[in-house]
């Protein structure tokens, strides 16, 4: 263990302990390099990793503060056991029925997939709409549906520059969100039967695509905070015909793991050694806590092995469907292959979201959306330990807008789904994020809604609905 | 033959003799009766007949007149001969070589596969957009995803129900465009290996999509009046395992060819008896000559075989991507695909043509492009004829924008394309229309642009070009 790990450690035992409240200042760099003895270099480095872990936070010109919610009363989740083999996907049937629950708009959003629509700017976005559909002209809206409209193009590839990761002009392909962009570079390097490594648990939208593409999954294990397990990876990877694996870096979806920049070095070194290409979803990257954004896999990409998609529709412009991947060595087959399915994302809505990148305040809009979802996990944390019974296990993730509740064993996940159903309040069940169907005591809950007392009260119910098991 | 269609015939060949002139009006029906001695209901048969070939077209009010540019100086082209068994389809390198080429915006856009922008009420749809973004409710960007804008699925049950097809509430996809809905369909219904019908020449899209779903293609030839030659299909169903048929029943890509309602029938019995789905492409449906659109396949659907898929994109709002599918029995599992590889088209490019459709005039338009494309349709044949060289033989479709030529056997499509191209002129070479790399000595050239000085002088380029051969 390094010496910035060592003493990152002692804060975080500092923070877990109580020594450091929630929302207290952290020691300045000058103040704990001196009365720690440590140099100010190590002091950043265990900050930074601090930050990461998602234990503390930077406020701009004042330093870092214990986050607000980071003492969460009840214990993070397991990582899921290790599989072995490859299975063939049938979970299709599964998920739709859940999903087919979530369609009334009265019931409490917990098992939604997206955070509120409220949270986002979509009058200054139909601004962008209008000034964007007076400037463009007739030729540009056949002319923009083979290549993306250019100004959104640039943008992008301009938010890629910012966090270093250099594009060829030619990398991206502008797609129907991040979904169409998976799927595509799914078809990309894989033919029906081959094996794909992908994460347990894993979004169930992964599961569906592999079900229908005839791929079969290999499931790596995902620790709920450091993400997916390196060494089960590498494993598989040794003894199986794996052609691609697909995960999420940042901010994993249900567990909210995120890999460690170590670790993204030694998955990247790992998968370019076996020339396993990475579909890297990173479509929560924007929703992190704290003052930097993670890099993704794709920064460390110099054998166009990486196809990294990310999409607008958790951050801006739920809806509108665009999405992208900067496809690597596999950009012009993903984009012949995107022409030939649905040949382009709507024009007017990649140039109204152009227009808004160019003068609606993304970042702005970030900050607060980033702010609001951190203040709603908060408050669903503190109302699980007020509800839920002992033994529960509650993932604290440094972003993103999900929690994974793992209940005691004896609680039936798809039972609590249809009691809780019953009372008007939607989850998502755990099995449905397993092509083995796994994970029959836990669920993923969705806090991407303004907390009111309907919330608590679901939660209340929930809770009383627990205890019935 | 029946009465009318005897009847039908001797109007046609005084047409064709000029005994009838162009823009003529065609003997009313009473006089017809009493002139020919038959009865009203023959004359209205056998006029709604030549209607559907092109050749009369009727005037609000003021009865039928022969059609402005009926006579063509060209023959049509013949049927394309009759091939056995099923083809793998490897066309994909050729065709994006060809559509690469149609990037540029300087060139003359014959090659083209939509009409000119400029003849699409952008402005007014742009308008509509506003207020559709106005009166989108936060949560409905959402919701619509799942099914579709509403409102949308409303206004395009409506005009199902106008043209004689009741659909079931649940039986619309709201897809991206209709490229989606003939990719879904044909998913939904087949599997890699397996054998579909499809036309000869055949969108080159429809190749395109059968190659990368690794689906044999089984051509069964178009007329170039008639449609696809059911004797031949009746044929092929008998021997092959054919598990879909694809076709485009009015106005026909590359052809303009529709089928008869009497041949309409015929398909769907046959079809029926074998039970072979319908993927029924009818993009052009709103694109036809004369008083009465066509009636699709789908209209005599009573076992929900047919699978209707039709779009915006040539009508009202390219760009928009913004297509749908009537689904038959097949709509379920459709909808599925589309929530595990797009989700959803754009929802604000749903509610702005939901928008127009119930404020915007969208019939007026309709009647304006149609007489706009009528008219070029003429332009163009009257220039083919002055620069064409003698044997040259071009359709005449009764709708669409697209004429199909037939050049002497000594020219070579591939070639004339490359040349033109040279010159600042794209058009779309024969080969790109077929599995096996037939109609080597055509061309399909658009005419959906507005013509000009620069159409004709284009045309007399290709004139020259061929003479060379």
Redesign the interface.
């Known amino acids: 263990m390094k010496r910035y790990e060592r003493f990152a450690d002692e804060i975080a035992e500092m923070i877990r302990s109580g020594v450091l409240a929630p929302g207290e200042k952290v020691p300045s760099v000058r103040h704990a390099s001196r009365t720690y003895g440590v140099s100010p270099s190590t002091v950043f480095q265990a900050y930074y990793l601090l930050e990461d872990r998602g234990l503390i936070q930077a406020r701009a010109r004042s330093g870092y503060f214990v986050r607000e919610h980071v003492r969460s009363a009840l214990a993070e989740p397991d990582q899921a056991a290790v599989l072995v083999d490859s299975t063939e996907v049938s979970v299709?049937e599964l998920v739709?029925s859940v999903?087919a629950s979530l369609?009334n708009?009265d019931t409490v959003p917990f098992g939604?997939a997206?955070p509120?629509?409220?949270l986002?700017p979509?009058p200054r976005l139909?601004r962008s709409?209008?000034q964007a559909?007076?400037s463009?002209s007739?030729?540009a809206?056949?002319?923009?549906?083979?290549?993306g409209n250019p100004a959104l193009r640039r943008q992008i590839a301009l938010r890629y520059s910012v966090s270093g990761v250099r594009l060829g002009a030619e990398e991206l392909v502008i797609t129907?969100?991040a979904?169409?962009a998976l799927?595509l570079c799914l078809q990309c390097v894989t033919e029906?039967g081959d094996l794909v490594a992908i994460e347990a648990p894993a979004f169930y939208?992964c599961l569906?695509?592999l079900e229908?593409l005839k791929l079969k999954a290999v499931e790596i294990p995902v620790h709920p905070r450091d993400g997916m397990d390196l060494g089960v990876l590498s494993h598989s990877l040794e003894r199986l015909p794996i052609k691609a694996c697909w995960l999420m870096s940042n901010l994993q979806n249900p567990l909210g793991a995120s890999l460690s920049p170590a670790n993204k070095h030694a998955l990247y070194a790992l998968l370019k050694h076996h020339q396993v290409p990475l579909i890297e979803d990173d479509v929560y990257a924007e929703l992190y806590c704290g003052a930097r954004a993670p890099n993704p896999v794709k920064s460390l990409d110099d054998d166009g092995l990486v196809m990294h998609c990310g999409s607008f529709s958790k951050s801006l412009a739920?809806?509108?469907?665009?999405g992208w991947v900067a496809g690597g060595r596999y950009a012009e087959q993903i984009s012949?292959?995107k022409?030939?399915?649905?040949?382009?994302?709507?024009?007017?809505?990649q140039a109204?979201i152009a227009d808004y990148l160019q003068h609606g305040g993304y970042d702005r809009h970030l900050r607060k959306l980033r702010h609001s979802l951190e203040m709603q996990q908060g408050a669903m944390l503190a109302s699980a330990a007020r509800h839920f019974p002992p033994g529960t296990k509650v993932s604290q993730p440094a972003g993103g807008y999900f929690l994974w509740c793992e209940f005691p064993e004896r609680v039936n996940a798809l039972q609590l789904f249809r009691m809780a159903l019953e009372q008007g309040i939607s989850i998502a069940p755990g099995p449905i994020f397993s092509a083995t169907r796994r994970f029959a005591n836990c669920v993923r809950l969705n806090y991407g809604s303004p907390w009111t007392q309907a919330s608590e009260d679901a939660m209340a119910v929930l809770g009383h609905l627990l205890a019935s098991f």
Chains 1, 2 share one sequence.
Do not use: C, W
Not at 141 to 147: N, P, Y
């Open positions: 299709s739709f999903l369609k708009p939604s997206f509120s629509p409220e986002f979509l139909a709409m209008g559909l007076r463009l007739p030729h809206v056949i002319a923009d549906m083979t290549s129907n969100g979904m169409e799927n029906p939208a569906q695509v229908r739920p809806g509108y469907r665009v012949r292959l022409l030939m399915t649905t040949i382009s994302p709507s024009v007017p809505a109204a």
